[in-house]
């Protein structure tokens, strides 16, 4: 058996409700999606049980009614594995992995900035990477953001 | 002591010992820095949010220009993933280019940063000669794509250009001559006291500090742990190729030099051998008109460390997301821990040891003489011009010229 057909058969094991929801997309490539109820366990479990030591980032997305967050977790062995979960966009809060990531600080700021996530457990400091004037209730990665509307926000013409 | 002791000043983010913008807070008690806060994001053009409005291969292009140094790196790290949702299989011709591209163009990053940190030192010297030996690398990439930075060599399914077998005689000439200058350089950086004097204990961050802030690249690695995205998760050619992590215990700007002159031999080596093997054959493959519904993450080795594209399409024409993590996001947070309670001084040198990314500018091609209408003058015109400058000016090198040309025809 593959190293990644281990790690999958590791996880569903373990839980249960993963049955289904992982992917193998290539060698060295592991794609799952869990809801946000047990997103900490499954985090926690590959971080520490299956040393996915490393994070390399966490990207954002707008799915229409959801904000939708994947982890990008790597372990020495080159295995990368894509952990998503969403929350609805009413109220998009999610909580930091800073506990076990404390690098992780900058890219939940991004989120907060660019998808106006809320991140339970950030502590107070600068924000990334929008201006301190950036208007209010803007996320440029939210995908009915437009350029003009800040434009109109400062007031500007086009010509 | 007291809180009212401490002094708290703002460096940045425009400020003339800055290449690039980005705020530091720093709270000073003396010359110690006591506490640094960072504020990023300066110069955020908002890539991410454009490749969704462009297709995929205009996308490659302005992915291209998230960085002036590694342009490369970005490009190439892009194209994979979305090479990837495409199910395109790359023909072996094109991973050998890439790899050889990739490595030129850590061979110009890593001697240019060798000067900065010369530079910022104090040892200006340093800066002067690595630059100079630096144009023998940026000639060569000149040379192969074209350009000197954003190289234009990636399209979606292979490379743009093929290497000739004379381009191949002139890459080789000039590792040849590289190699013998960076054997040098491991000599000064390893032997040179003023240098080990000042970068010795500067900056200092553990094995257990880069495990915890998730540094990445040189930083990383001369801290003493081995991660390299060309071995770990290898990628277009490096899977065939053999090469050394180089790694070191120092965990301080030191450290960082000598991993980073010593990863330069290994560049040389990669050149050679993909040279060597340079297997024959077509240089793209055809990709299907439309990039089918699909998601890929995509990691490359840039001179910096590790850069990280995740691409999603959903079977249109654009992309639907594009995430890019570049390693400098990634080591920013670990100088916070490197710059406690040193002293300010140490600030310029603990910063540009992660080797922030900062653009390289375009070179001059044609200059236009006074009061005449512009046109491309010839290098011994410009020479001339220089030459009779100084002469007006009062300096006049006809003499020592003169010696120095009655020496060169004895030998």
Same mark, same amino acid.
């Given at each position: 058996?593959?190293?990644?057909?281990?790690?999958?058969?590791?996880?569903?094991?373990?839980?249960?409700?993963?049955?289904?929801?992982?992917?193998?997309?290539?060698?060295?490539?592991?794609?799952?999606?869990?809801?946000?109820?047990?997103?900490?366990?499954?985090?926690?479990?590959?971080?520490?049980?299956?040393?996915?030591?490393?994070?390399?980032?966490?990207?954002?997305?707008?799915?229409?009614?959801?904000?939708?967050?994947?982890?990008?977790?790597?372990?020495?062995?080159?295995?990368?594995?894509?952990?998503?979960?969403?929350?609805?966009?009413?109220?998009?809060?999610?909580?930091?992995?800073?506990?076990?990531?404390?690098?992780?600080?900058?890219?939940?700021?991004?989120?907060?900035?660019?998808?106006?996530?809320?991140?339970?457990?950030?502590?107070?400091?600068?924000?990334?990477?929008?201006?301190?004037?950036?208007?209010?209730?803007?996320?440029?990665?939210?995908?009915?953001?437009?350029?003009?509307?800040?434009?109109?926000?400062?007031?500007?013409?086009?010509? | 002591?007291?809180?009212?002791?401490?002094?708290?000043?703002?460096?940045?983010?425009?400020?003339?010992?800055?290449?690039?913008?980005?705020?530091?807070?720093?709270?000073?008690?003396?010359?110690?820095?006591?506490?640094?806060?960072?504020?990023?994001?300066?110069?955020?053009?908002?890539?991410?949010?454009?490749?969704?409005?462009?297709?995929?291969?205009?996308?490659?292009?302005?992915?291209?220009?998230?960085?002036?140094?590694?342009?490369?790196?970005?490009?190439?790290?892009?194209?994979?993933?979305?090479?990837?949702?495409?199910?395109?299989?790359?023909?072996?011709?094109?991973?050998?280019?890439?790899?050889?591209?990739?490595?030129?163009?850590?061979?110009?990053?890593?001697?240019?940063?060798?000067?900065?940190?010369?530079?910022?030192?104090?040892?200006?010297?340093?800066?002067?000669?690595?630059?100079?030996?630096?144009?023998?690398?940026?000639?060569?990439?000149?040379?192969?794509?074209?350009?000197?930075?954003?190289?234009?060599?990636?399209?979606?399914?292979?490379?743009?250009?093929?290497?000739?077998?004379?381009?191949?005689?002139?890459?080789?000439?000039?590792?040849?001559?590289?190699?013998?200058?960076?054997?040098?350089?491991?000599?000064?950086?390893?032997?040179?006291?003023?240098?080990?004097?000042?970068?010795?204990?500067?900056?200092?961050?553990?094995?257990?500090?880069?495990?915890?802030?998730?540094?990445?690249?040189?930083?990383?690695?001369?801290?003493?742990?081995?991660?390299?995205?060309?071995?770990?998760?290898?990628?277009?050619?490096?899977?065939?190729?053999?090469?050394?992590?180089?790694?070191?215990?120092?965990?301080?700007?030191?450290?960082?030099?000598?991993?980073?002159?010593?990863?330069?031999?290994?560049?040389?080596?990669?050149?050679?051998?993909?040279?060597?093997?340079?297997?024959?054959?077509?240089?793209?493959?055809?990709?299907?008109?439309?990039?089918?519904?699909?998601?890929?993450?995509?990691?490359?080795?840039?001179?910096?460390?590790?850069?990280?594209?995740? =691409?999603? %399409?959903?079977?249109?024409? /654009?992309?639907?997301?594009?995430? !890019?993590?570049?390693? #400098? &996001?990634? @080591?920013?947070?670990?100088?916070?821990?490197?710059?406690?309670?040193?002293?300010?001084?140490?600030?310029?040198?603990?910063?540009?040891?992660?080797?922030?990314?900062?653009?390289?500018?375009?070179? =001059?091609? %044609?200059?236009?003489?006074? /009061?005449?209408?512009?046109?491309? !003058?010839?290098?011994? #015109? &410009?020479? @001339?011009?220089?030459?009779?400058?100084?002469?007006?000016?009062?300096?006049?090198?006809?003499?020592?010229?003169?010696?120095?040309?009655?020496?060169?025809?004895?030998?």
């Amino acid at each position: 058996m593959s190293q990644e057909e281990n790690i999958t058969q590791s996880l569903v094991s373990q839980f249960g409700f993963l049955e289904g929801n992982i992917r193998i997309t290539r060698p060295r490539r592991i794609f799952l999606e869990t809801s946000l109820e047990n997103f900490p366990k499954v985090f926690a479990h590959a971080v520490k049980e299956l040393k996915f030591n490393h994070l390399c980032t966490i990207t954002g997305f707008d799915e229409l009614d959801k904000l939708a967050f994947m982890y990008h977790l790597a372990q020495e062995s080159g295995v990368l594995l894509n952990l998503k979960t969403s929350v609805s966009k009413d109220n998009p809060t999610i909580n930091t992995v800073m506990p076990l990531f404390p690098g992780a600080e900058i890219y939940e700021r991004e989120l907060v900035d660019l998808f106006g996530a809320k991140v339970n457990g950030l502590p107070l400091g600068n924000r990334y990477p929008l201006t301190d004037d950036w208007p209010k209730d803007q996320y440029p990665l939210r995908k009915d953001w437009k350029p003009s509307q800040l434009d109109e926000k400062e007031g500007h013409t086009h010509a | 002591m007291h809180n009212s002791d401490r002094f708290k000043i703002p460096l940045g983010p425009q400020h003339p010992a800055l290449k690039e913008p980005e705020g530091f807070s720093i709270a000073l008690m003396g010359e110690k820095i006591m506490g640094l806060d960072i504020r990023l994001g300066y110069n955020h053009r908002g890539i991410e949010k454009a490749c969704e409005e462009r297709n995929y291969l205009q996308a490659l292009y302005l992915v291209e220009r998230v960085c002036g140094i590694c342009s490369h790196a970005h490009a190439t790290c892009f194209i994979q993933a979305v090479e990837e949702i495409a199910g395109v299989q790359l023909p072996r011709r094109a991973q050998y280019i890439r790899t050889l591209i990739a490595e030129l163009e850590r061979i110009h990053s890593h001697l240019l940063w060798l000067g900065v940190a010369g530079h910022e030192i104090g040892f200006d010297t340093l800066l002067m000669y690595t630059w100079r030996d630096r144009e023998i690398v940026m000639d060569l990439l000149a040379l192969v794509t074209g350009n000197r930075v954003n190289y234009g060599m990636n399209t979606i399914g292979g490379v743009r250009r093929d290497i000739s077998p004379e381009d191949i005689a002139e890459i080789l000439k000039g590792v040849d001559i590289l190699e013998e200058r960076t054997k040098y350089y491991i000599e000064v950086a390893t032997q040179e006291t003023s240098i080990i004097q000042r970068l010795s204990g500067v900056g200092v961050l553990t094995k257990e500090e880069v495990l915890r802030l998730d540094a990445v690249g040189p930083t990383g690695r001369a801290s003493g742990v081995s991660r390299d995205v060309r071995r770990d998760d290898p990628y277009a050619a490096y899977g065939e190729i053999k090469f050394n992590v180089i790694t070191d215990d120092h965990c301080d700007v030191y450290g960082r030099t000598v991993v980073r002159v010593k990863e330069l031999m290994e560049s040389y080596s990669i050149i050679r051998q993909c040279l060597k093997n340079l297997p024959e054959g077509p240089l793209t493959v055809k990709v299907p008109r439309k990039i089918p519904a699909g998601e890929a993450i995509s990691r490359y080795e840039a001179p910096r460390g590790e850069d990280v594209h995740y =691409v999603k %399409s959903n079977g249109g024409e /654009k992309p639907e997301r594009v995430k !890019i993590r570049a390693p #400098t &996001l990634a @080591n920013i947070q670990a100088v916070k821990q490197m710059l406690k309670d040193r002293y300010l001084a140490d600030m310029p040198i603990v910063v540009a040891a992660i080797d922030p990314c900062f653009s390289c500018t375009d070179r =001059v091609i %044609s200059i236009a003489e006074p /009061k005449k209408d512009n046109r491309v !003058i010839s290098w011994e #015109t &410009l020479r @001339n011009y220089g030459i009779d400058w100084y002469t007006a000016h009062g300096i006049d090198f006809t003499e020592l010229n003169n010696k120095f040309r009655k020496k060169l025809e004895r030998v």
